[in-house]
Structures are given as structure tokens and as C-alpha cells.
């Protein structure tokens, strides 16, 4: 339930196209529905501009599969991160116009179009391995009703890549840059662009990258002053971060 579903709703009321005991039924579940083991945000858009998201991993797939469904009873688009195909086929099972992200890990259902954002989100990666990261992000921002570019394996390690990029990254509204490693790559962009950006550290590199720290602290530190640094692998956090920007 958002914004724009509750006033369409009131006006149906008001108007007496809608009867208030159909209009309570569509309501009943607002703030939340309790299955249980989980309690459903439905009025979270309302509150955020953002729905309740499914964070899979740690979840079984019969939970997964029945937040799911609630979350696509009420309307609402649905995303789920971090999910397997073993959870998708569950979801596909209860709900058929499910789609599978497979390089994002991520299930999705598209039912209501999402508020377009005024600019381009572009979604940078270093390397082809932080794809699953920047995949996250990129379904994570469409789904909220942003134009996406990925620009993928532009890393400091051949310069010459992200610089034949440059016109593409200096359009965007703002940016999410991913990387692992030593997590140069945010820094590098930010230096190119008058526009904000979310560096996201990855866990991608070496022993003594320590599953992404070495990134993490490198961007923590970085000298560009329109960097902001989300957490490890945190791709979806940072398309919500950037989809907020964009929307304003």
C-alpha cells in the first residue's frame, strides 16, 4: 500500500464507487500482517516511499515462498535478494509472473509501476566478479522505477576502459560504484563527476582483502568529498539510497 493506491482508494470511497466494507477489507492488513514467523510490512511504502523487502538468505524456501505470495496478495511489487533457484522455483510455484535474476540473486514481481526517477542511475563495477553485486543493485533501482546503465569491468587496473566511459558516467544523476580489492575504483569516478556516489565495497579479492574490509576502509578513506560508502556487498542497500536521490 502506497501513496498513490490510498488515495485512488479514498477517492473510490468518497465517490461511492468503492463501499467502506470492501474499502476495510483492502485496509485490514495495514500496519501489518502476522504469519507467524513473519510480520509483513504493507504499510511501509506508505510511510518511505519504499516497500518491505525479502531478505532470503537465511530464510527457508517455504518461508520465502509464503512472504512471497502475502507480500503479492497485497498488491505490491516484490523483491526478494539473495535468493537461490531452489527458491524461485517455490515462489514460481505460488505466484507464476515471479522472475529469476540469476547473476543478482534475486526474485522479482512487477504489478504496479513504480514513480519514474528524474535522472539515470549508473552502476558502475570493477571487475566482472563484483557483477553479482552490481546486478543487485541494478534490478533493486529498475524495480523502484529508475532508468539503469551498467557499465561493467571498468577497474583501476586499465584506466583506459573507465575513461572511454566518461560520457556515460557524467550523465547520470548518481552513481553506485562497486568494487573489491583495494576498492580504488569509487574515488577514481568521483573525481570525474558532479554527482553523488555510493561506493560499495565487495568481498571480492585476496587473503588480505579480508572478504572486503580492505575495500570497505579504502573507501572510508577516500579524498573525493561526494563519495558515500554503504556496506560490504550491500548492493541492494545502495540502489535504495540512490533511488531516494533520484526521486527527489
Do not use: W
Request: glycine share 10%; aromatic share 4%; net charge negative.
Amino acid at each position: 500500500m502506497d501513496r498513490t493506491r490510498l488515495e485512488t482508494l479514498l477517492t473510490e470511497v468518497h465517490e461511492g464507487r468503492t463501499g467502506i466494507d470492501e474499502a476495510l477489507t483492502r485496509l485490514r492488513d495495514l500496519p501489518f500482517e502476522d504469519l507467524g514467523f513473519a510480520k509483513l510490512d504493507h504499510h511501509r511504502a506508505l510511510r518511505t516511499g519504499m516497500p518491505e523487502v525479502i531478505f532470503a538468505a537465511g530464510k527457508t524456501t517455504a518461508q520465502v515462498a509464503k512472504i512471497f505470495a502475502h507480500m503479492a496478495q497485497a498488491g505490491d511489487n516484490v523483491l526478494a535478494t539473495r535468493a537461490s533457484r531452489e527458491m524461485f522455483e517455490a515462489v514460481r510455484a505460488v505466484e507464476q509472473r515471479a522472475e529469476f535474476h540469476e547473476t543478482a540473486r534475486a526474485i522479482t514481481l512487477t504489478q504496479t509501476p513504480a514513480v519514474p526517477g528524474k535522472g539515470t542511475v549508473a552502476v558502475v563495477c570493477a571487475g566482472t566478479s563484483d557483477l553479482p553485486v552490481a546486478e543487485e543493485a541494478v534490478v533493486t533501482a529498475r524495480l523502484m522505477g529508475n532508468t539503469v546503465e551498467l557499465i561493467a569491468d571498468v577497474g583501476v587496473a586499465g584506466i583506459h576502459r573507465l575513461l572511454a566511459q566518461r560520457e556515460g558516467l557524467q550523465s547520470a544523476r548518481v552513481l553506485i560504484v562497486c568494487a573489491g580489492m583495494e576498492g580504488a575504483l569509487p574515488t577514481v569516478v568521483a573525481g570525474l563527476v558532479n554527482a553523488p556516489v555510493l561506493a560499495v565495497p565487495t568481498s571480492v579479492g585476496y587473503g588480505a582483502s579480508f572478504g572486503g574490509v580492505a575495500a570497505l576502509l579504502g573507501m572510508l578513506n577516500t579524498c573525493s568529498p561526494n563519495v558515500s560508502v554503504v556496506n560490504i556487498d550491500n548492493g541492494f542497500g545502495a540502489a535504495c539510497i540512490a533511488s531516494l536521490i533520484n526521486h527527489l
